[in-house]
Structures are given as structure tokens and as C-alpha cells.
């Protein structure tokens, strides 16, 4: 049978991997009604009870897509049941190097957006949703508003929806130009009006969240899979997908592919089918030497390693993660050094500043690394570049971010050690010559 | 009460505390920058990385892991002590090596930290970045606050006391990532209570303008007294280099300041080293000059006059007026004295004692640091039954017409540690009649004898002027607004001449009139009034010296209506 896309389901071609996006109407609510839309959530809001949908999430085995992987059901499952006001934060911040998923079923499929969060909400005893956009997604923020507005004229947010006496109050808000605040606690402060900082954990924001109370934060297209797991079931969901991981997955390509774009795929495609298959294989005329498979925060793979499949367990028992599926090709003319100082550029420019190991570390990485491609490096800067990033990692550190820095610099050098020793042998990038003969200067990396 | 294993050993301990209080009561150091007993926890730092089980396979911070039934917790590692070495290593990146020129050095942390965690050598430097260390523009902050940035390792102390101590959030973060500084929205920092970040910066980055550069901290001794500045009477540690006294810091009292005192007290020690102090008696001689005199001599003239007139006119014709800046010791010896020898007319003009307050949160606030009462000791007099009035009237006015009556007035005055012509409280008031009134009065008794710490405009007047010495030369008590007294001992000795407290001088008058007036330390001062004053039931001096206790037996924590444990450490979420 072929392959049926989920989440992308009411925009995208059906029966091939690649999103190719053939419903524009679907993202107006006339069409998406027309559709079918907003039934489930009154079936729902009917007839089902939260602890009925938190069960049906659970049995999904639905799994955070914003790069952590969590199972949602379990997640949905720490809020208190305490008559409390309650929280559901849309993490829209999509701001990973690499992904670029979520902005499609925002521009394509808002309104599956807002029946996801309406039943999310209901399951967590939620009356009030905030969709947190980032800042650079102008035109994604205007169709939310669009469709956020059009939800509430029909009486699809608001109060008493459906006639039942279940409330929801939708805010959308813009973040400014910070990765950091894809962090779900520097989220929430950056919701407050405060500066875009992490928090500690514990306390989780399911127990002391946004304005001190339960709070749960979930990706875009988490939620999108929620009205299709009420539909068809959470068993059929978790069928879909391998043993502790339900559905289907989102994935962008970029890099050097004849054909990049955004995919959702079965977890079960392997890397190469994707790169190969899907893709078209490398563009320039070179191997591929590495892939980055989840986001630029995920631990890089050599082009011996891509036969492991897009499921979460898969690529973490390979030693990388699954992360937010930005999948970056890169080919055998790419200097891996340099590549290295692109990414530790972004950490050292996007951390918070908060904690020593980062604040600090980040900026370190990026000057030895810089060090080294430059040609002034020394083989012991190779060691202290391994050995600092290794003190970024394993919770010294308030939030994520020092281990998002760490761990692909690590791998860097675990794999392509020798681009960094010949850098440090030549003083100069080995590459130079091969990319100055082929694109005639230093334009491309 | 749970128990827990600390590095391979069972514990218990109270309910509540976080691990390195916990580890603390046990000798067992864990070393942080950011955390502190009295502030919200922040955890950023990164210095107090512990292990703990049950927990993730990650670290934890030990300044927000509340010790739990059942926890075990490694603070002794290879693997803890490789995480301090990391968080060391990052923080001394940008750090510049000012040690040589920096106040900060010996009470400096992370000076302490790298010697006791730290390595040797510069990776950085190694690599040849140090140029490239992180600097900021230079900013001042104003007349009272020295600011380094460029030594900061960004904390964020400094921001938490000022938010939630002094009230004044007039300091926070700006900019993001290494470019990360502790800047203010203000060109100048405007509250009163500013310096008690100073003293909670790990390092060298802010510091007291005051201070700067006159000491260096191992050259100085820290003896604990309190401050003298109002009738709060903030624990202090008064820091003296070669008996001259450098600063006051801020002791930790949980029943009367926290870990905090105000701007205006810690700088408030320069009459201490007043080149206007006096240092030896001085007689008026016949010229109408006053003469240095040897206290020996001073004290036979002093006591044959007094005697004199007391032979005369009987101990009613003598005043004795007291400042409110006296100890407890010597205010009750005072009226010890004055009823042995008949001295009817004895007074103080006390400052506005008010009355006590409710403490809010759980910290303390400005309201509570600072009074507006600047004298030392009020409530210390009232409490021992000294008049804060005669007849109806301040005792300014009451001593002035005392003089002027002519029948039963007085011929003598005796004035321990009060300005006459110039008696100022709340507010700056002046008090009492007006300047040429007081002086013609003065100048008309028979025997003015006035003990101060300088030579005044009542002392000019006098026939014999005996110098004194401050609180912090005293051993004694003294009673804060808040009715908590509290002991000390003296904190240095002054080097020029030999002042002596008001208690030698009250001792030597009575002995001069009752020569069975005993010659006793001020503690034993203190057992003979704890055991005639009901308020003072109880308490004894020793008992006082460390915190200090409450008056009327009642526990001071509920005297004070407080908490006597510290703050609840609760995290902050967010948003410095």
C-alpha cells in the first residue's frame, strides 16, 4: 500500500514521502470545515474525558517533535489535577540550523493546528493557549492570526465550545530573534515579558510553568498528530511507527542534495533512502562525507553510518539523535573544520549567558576552532577544544544549549580528526586548493 | 528529620536545608559563587555541581537539591572535582589577572576555589587567546560603588540583593552570551543599601570606593561589635589595620540585620579615627585655658571639687546629663551612682524610639535596616529607667532652668557624651534652648566636668575634660529599637593617649563621693543589672555576644515577629 502522510495529510500529496503541497484552500476554515475540520475536537469535547484523550496520547506512543523526544502522553501525564488554571504553550519557535517543518503546517494547516491544541488543551485542563512564533516567521504569524481569528468568529475558541463548558483563549506571540527561546522554560519567561533565560529544572513546567502554574509545552507538529490520534485511534498511531515510537516523522534535507525540501517519512526510511532516494544523492559531483541528522545539536555521521533509520531509538543507539529532523547533507569538498566553525559560531552568538560552562565554553569553542581552520592551531588545541566541550556536557549546565555546542564539536573530531590534524599540520585548510580549482574562490564552504 | 548518605557516610539532618547547607554542618565544603543564604537560588554558576541519587545520571547543583529521605550525594569525586575544575577553567577565561591590584585578594573565591579546585596553568593563555579576553567599556556607578566589570563572573548577587534586599532593582543583565554584562539602566546607583552587593560579589568587580586601595584584607583584623550609626544597631565586624579602623562589613544577625546593613552605617566609622580625638584630660587653669593633664592629677582635681560641692549644697545640686550613645552597663552604673550620692537630676534626650515592626517576606527591609533615630543606644536608657525628661521638659530645657534657678538649682553638671549646645535627633531637630542660653548656664556653675570623645562646645565650657573612647573600644551592651540587645568587646584600642570608656569615668565620680562604688568589668555590670531590671531577667553577657537576645524573656524571634531561621531558598524563575 502506499505511503499515507499524517500530519501533512489535508495540504500534501498523498502516497509519496516527499510534501508537496497541492491543497491551498485547507489553511481557509471554509475549506478545512468543509473538510471535516473541528468535528474531531467536538467529538471529543463530547464525548471523551481528558484522562480518555492523556490514554489515547499514551497508548500512541506519540513522541515529542521539537528535538527532545519526550513521550507526550507521559508528559500530559504530570500535570496535577489540582482545579488550578492551567497552561498549553505551542512551542513555534523553529529555530534549529536545519528545520524548517513546522513553518509548513503552520502556512499550510493552522487550523489543524488550533483543533490540535484545542483537544490538547481539554486533555490537560488547559483554558488558555499560547502559540509562542518566532519573530523571523512574519508571514507564518500573519496566516496564525488569520486563522486564530476566523476560529474565533465561528465560535471554534472562545468560550463554551462546542456548548460544552470547556473554555479556550488563544493568544499568539512573537519571539525576537533568539534560539535560546525554543528552550520551553526561556520560552515561557520570554512569554512573561522577561529576558529569553532558561530555568531550572526541577521544577518541570508541567508542576510550576508559565506564571508559576502547570504548563505544557509541545512542538507544532506534536499537536498536529493529536486530532488524528481522537480520529483513528492512539493503537493504530503507535502501528504505524516502531517499537517505542508511534506515527510518522517530519524531516527537512538541505545541503549539498539535487533535491532538498521537507519530507514525512515512516520511521522506518533510512538515512540513505532518504539522501539517495528521496533526494537524489549529493549535488556537486562529490561523495557525501557527512550527515547531520537532527539539527545542527545532533552528533554528526560519516557516509559509512547512514543505514540507520529516522526512528528516535534508532539514531540514538547510533550515537547521534533524532532531534528536530533538520537532515544536512554534506559532501566530500566541504571542509568539516569549517563547518565546525559555522555551528560553534551560532552557539557562541545564541547562548543566554547564564551559566558559567556555556556563556564561557561556547565562546572558547568557537575561538579554538576558529583557531585551527585559520592554520594557527596546535595538536594540544585540538585536545583542549575535545576536553572543554566534554566539561559542557552531562548537566553542568542550566539547559541544553552547552550540550547542543558539545556534542557535534566532539564528534567532529571523533570523526574527521584528520581534517583537524591537517590543519594544524598544514596551517592552512587541505581543502583550499580543491575548492579555489573548483568554484574559483572562497565563496562556498 | 531525613537522613542521607554524604560521600559514603549516613547523615541527619533538619528538614529543609539544601545540600551544601546540609554538607556543611558536617565540615564538608561545597564550594559555589552564586548561591547564598539569604537570596533566591539562581544556580547559575555551575561551581556546586554535586551527583545525586536518585537522580539523573547527570550533575546536579547542590544549592537547589533539597536534602530528601533517602538521597545519596558524592561531593568528593574524581568525577565532582573534574566538573570544578571545567567550571573554574571557563570562569577564569575571561578573567583578568588583577590579583596583584585587586581589593578582592584573600576573601576572594575564586582566588580560594582555584587554589583549592583549579589547575596551575592556562589553557587559554596556552592557545595563545589571551588577547582576545572579554572586556567591557568602563562604567562608574556612581560615588559609593567601585565597578570592575571585567573581573565579573556574572553571578548575578549583586542584581538579587539590590531586587530583593534593598528593594531597588537597579541592576540587572544586558546583552546575551559572553558579551553578558551586569549593567544598570541608571547612571547612577541611588540606593542606600548598594554596598551590601559588595560584599556579596565573589570577586573583585564591585567594591567600596572607601575602601579602595587604604588596606589589604591580611594586613587587617575583623572583630565582631555593631554599628553605632542609629538605633538599629546592625551587627558589625569592625576591620582595624594598625588600630585604625578600615571598614565595617555587615555581620550576620537573623534577629536584627540579616546578613545586611546600610551604606550610610558602613561608612560611618571615620569618627573612630578623627584626628579631632583627644587622648589625655585637660584642666582649666587659671589663665582660663585648658591645660593637658595627667589622669591621675585630672581625676584628684576632679574628684576633690565634686566632693566640694556636694559638702556644700548636697548631692541635689548636682546634674548629670547622659548622651544616648552610652552602653547599658553605663547607663545602669549611672543611676547606680546618682542615687548613692543623692543626685536628683539625671537625664537623657532620647531619639524617637519607635516601635517595633512587623518584618515582611522573609528578608529584611529598608524600613528595618536603617531608622531614622540615629542614636545609639535609646532604648538601652529607657529600659534602665534613665528620664528621657524632667519636670515635663527635654532635658536640655530641664538642665538650663536647673542652673538658672536660684534656690536648690544646680551648682555642678556632669555630661557624659552630649553636645549641650548642640543636641540634634530625628530628623535633625535641635533640642533644648537656644546656643547663648546654654552656654551663659553652663558657664555660670561652679563644676562643669564633660567626658567626650572630642572636644565640644559644652567642653570648652568645662573645668575639666575627660576623654572617651567609642563603642568599639568598649566592652558592653546596648539595646536596639527592637528591644535586642546585644554584647561586644572591644574591637580595637585607640592608639593615641589613653580615652577610657564612661564607665570608668561614672566609676571614678562615685568613688570620689562613695568610695565603696566598686571598680567592675562591664560584664559583671551587666550580672548586677540583669539581676535588678526584670526586662534583663535571664540573660547574661556571654550569652549575648554571638546574637544577642531579647528583653522581657520573650523569645526575640517572636519578639521581633520574624523568622529566626534564614530565607527559604526558592529558586527565581527567571527573568533577572
Known sequence: MAFQPVVTSRFAKPGQYRMEVVNRDVAGIDAYVKAGGYKIAEDVLKNKTPDQVIDAVKASKLRGRGGAGFPTGMKWGFVPKDGRQHYLVINADESEPGTFKDRYLIEHDPHGLIEGCIISAYAVRATRCYIYIRGEYFSQRADLDRAVAEAYAKGFLGKRLFGTDFDLEMVVYSGAGAYICGEETALLNSLEGKRGEPRLKPP?????????????????????????????????????????????????????VKRPGVFEVPMTLTLRELIFDQCGGPSRGHAVKAVIPGGSSAPVLTAAELDVQCCFDALARAGTMGGSGGVVVIDAATCMVRTAVNVMHFYAHESCGQCSPCREGTNYLELLVHKIEAGHGTPADIDTLY????????????????????????SYIEKFRDEFVEHVRLGRCPLDDLRLSLHGGWATA | MPKFVLDGVEREVPAGLNVIEA??????????????????????????????KPGPPKFSIACN????????????????????????????????????????????????????????????????????????????????????????????????????????????????????????????????????AVDVCPVGALGDKKYRFTARVWDMYARPSVCGGCSIQCSVDVWTKENAVKRLTPRRNDFVNSSWMCDTGRHGFDFANSPDRFGQPFVRDDAGGHAPTEWAKALAAVSARLKDVVAAHGGKSVGLVLGAGLTNEEYFAASVFAKAAGIAHVGFVPGENKRPYRWVDSDVLPDTLVSDDKTFNTNGALSLGVAGAIGGKDVVTATVEAIERKKDGLKALIVLGENLLDVRRTGGARVGPDAGRVAKALQSLDLLIVADREVTATAELAHVVLPTVTHWEKEGTATNWNRHVQAFKPAFAFEHGRP??????????????????????????????????????????????????????????????IPAKSAPAQASIGGE
Not at chain 1, 576536553?387 to 566532539?410: E, F, K, S, V
Not at chain 2, 564550594?31 to 533566591?40: D, E, R
Request: glycine share 10%; charged share 20%; hydrophobic share 40%.
Open chain 1, 204 to 256: 518541570f513546567p508541567a508542576i510550576q510553568g508559565l506564571y508559576g502554574k502547570p504548563t505544557v509545552v509541545n512542538n507544532v507538529e506534536t499537536i498536529h498528530a493529536v486530532p488524528f490520534i481522537m480520529e483513528r485511534g492512539g493503537e493504530w498511531f503507535a502501528g504505524l511507527g516502531t517499537e517505542k515510537s508511534g506515527g510518522t516523522r517530519m524531516v527537512c534535507v538541505s545541503g549539498h
Open chain 1, 387 to 410: 576536553d572543554a566541550a566534554g566539561n559542557m556536557q552531562g548537566g553542568t549546565t542550566i539547559c541544553a544549549l552547552a550540550d547542543a555546542a558539545a556534542m557535534p564539536m566532539r
Open chain 2, 23 to 52: 554538607a556543611a554542618l558536617f565540615g564538608t565544603k561545597v564550594p559555589h559563587f552564586c548561591w547564598h543564604p539569604k537570596l533566591k537560588v539562581s544556580g547559575n554558576c555551575r561551581m556546586c555541581l554535586v551527583d545525586v
Open chain 2, 65 to 196: 537539591t533539597i536534602v530528601a529521605d533517602g538521597m545519596t550525594v558524592e561531593t568528593k569525586t574524581e568525577r565532582v572535582m573534574q566538573a570544578r575544575r571545567g567550571v573554574l577553567e571557563f570562569l577564569l577565561l575571561n578573567h583578568p589577572l588583577d590579583c596583584p591590584v585587586c581589593d578582592k585578594a584573600y576573601e576572594c573565591t575564586l582566588q580560594d576555589y582555584t587554589y583549592d579546585y583549579g589547575i596551575s596553568h592556562s589553557r587559554w593563555e596556552a592557545a595563545g587567546l589571551h588577547e582576545d579576553k572579554r572586556t567591557y567599556e568602563r562604567k562608574d556607578f556612581g560615588d559609593k560603588m567601585f565597578v570592575e566589570m571585567n573581573r565579573c563572573v556574572q553571578c548575578t548577587r549583586c542584581i538579587r540583593v539590590l531586587r530583593d534586599v534593598a528593594g531597588e532593582y537597579e541592576l540587572g543583565r544586558t546583552e546575551r552570551g559572553h558579551a553578558l554584562e551586569i549593567a544598570s539602566y541608571k547612571d547612577t546607583l541611588t540606593s542606600d543599601f548598594q554596598l551590601n
Open chain 2, 500 to 561: 577610657v570608656s564612661e564607665l570608668t569615668v561614672i566609676t571614678e565620680l562615685a568613688r570620689a563621693i562613695n568610695a565603696d562604688f566598686p571598680r567592675a568589668a562591664p560584664s559583671a555590670w551587666f550580672a548586677r543589672l540583669a539581676a535588678a531590671v526584670p526586662d534583663y531577667a535571664g540573660l547574661t553577657f556571654d550569652g549575648l555576644l554571638a546574637a544577642g537576645g531579647a528583653l522581657g524573656g520573650v523569645d526575640s524571634a517572636v519578639n521581633a515577629q
